[in-house]
């Protein structure tokens, strides 16, 4: 039998062995447990400021991304009424050929449906149906009116500019003032129930083939 007072010089091998072992099972019975010395301080504090820092640019990152997204969502047309868009300019029935143009205030524009017989300085420059000229003087971009009753060389009913003096035909087609154009026109489409539709977000710089341009009813 051994002498458990017996120093670990005077035990046999054997004692030395069994020693070992039972050491060996009590530290394999406590796998979990970490000695304090395992996580220093400096290591915990680089881990919680990594978190800190990771959180702080991931918000960031996410305002900006949602403040983009509602900046691309304001922006994006959707269903573009008035200036800049298709507008109901009315029936054809209402547009009599050879009558005076008529404003068309949402759309800025005037419509009128032209008769190639109104061989007058003024008139419509052998132009065949509905025209849509852009009120806006391509001059200053003042608002252009139709004056049926101003004379221009001893000629009554034209466009003419109350800002410069710039004068335009039936047909929008300039023959006097500082404009460097005749008047802009809008694309015009007419369905098969006689509405009209002027496209205000299509508009042609004006030019002498204006007569050309107007859509034959």
């Known amino acids: 039998m051994t002498n458990e007072t017996q120093t670990p010089a005077q035990q046999s091998p054997t004692d030395a062995w069994r020693a070992a072992l039972a050491s060996r099972k009590t530290e394999v019975a406590n796998p979990g447990a970490v000695p304090a010395t395992a996580i220093s301080p400096v290591d915990h504090d680089a881990s919680r400021r990594s978190f800190i ?95 049926s009753t101003f004379d221009f060389q001893g000629d009554k009913g034209w466009y003419r500019c109350p800002c410069h003096g710039s004068t335009y035909t039936k047909a929008g087609i300039r023959v006097f003032g500082p404009a460097p154009r005749s008047m802009d026109t809008m694309k015009i489409t007419v369905d098969g129930s006689g509405n009209i539709t002027v496209d205000t977000g299509k508009i042609a710089k004006g030019g002498p083939d204006n007569p050309t341009r107007a859509l034959k009813v």
């Open 53 to 147: 820092r990771a959180s702080f640019w991931g918000g960031l990152g996410m305002t900006l991304l949602g403040s983009v997204g509602l900046l691309l969502d304001y922006l994006y047309p959707r269903n573009v009424k008035g200036f800049g868009g298709p507008v109901a300019a009315g029936k054809l029935s209402e547009f009599k050929k050879g009558a005076d143009p008529v404003a068309n205030i949402e759309g800025q524009f005037w419509l009128a449906n032209l008769d190639p017989g109104e061989s007058r300085a003024g008139g419509t420059g052998g132009a065949d149906g509905l025209l849509a000229l852009w009120r806006k003087c391509p001059h200053l971009g003042c608002s252009v009116p139709w004056k």
